[in-house]
């Protein structure tokens, strides 16, 4: 089973290899093997975004996805 650290830096991975996804204040913690994800969206499909690409990470329990939309 995949340590909290190695599970938070696949998903830091993912997110950042995605150029469209804009995301300011973007934090990413592992708990558990529960991702919390955190930070300010400009829209709702980027918010959707971010948690796609956190779900496709394997070994993780589920994804808390507390990403708020505030465009600018």
């Known amino acids: 089973m995949r340590s909290d650290a190695e599970l938070q830096s696949d998903v830091l991975n993912e997110l950042k290899r995605d150029e469209r996804l ?3 204040d973007l934090d990413v913690r592992v708990e558990g093997r529960v991702v ?3 930070g ?3 829209t709702p499909v980027q918010c959707w975004h971010a948690l796609q690409l ?3 990470v ?3 329990a589920r994804v808390s996805n507390r990403i708020v939309v505030r465009p600018h």
């Open 22 to 24: 804009q995301i300011d």
């Open 36 to 38: 919390i994800l955190t």
């Open 40 to 42: 300010r969206a400009e």
């Open 54 to 56: 956190a779900r496709y």
């Open 58 to 60: 394997a070994g993780l």
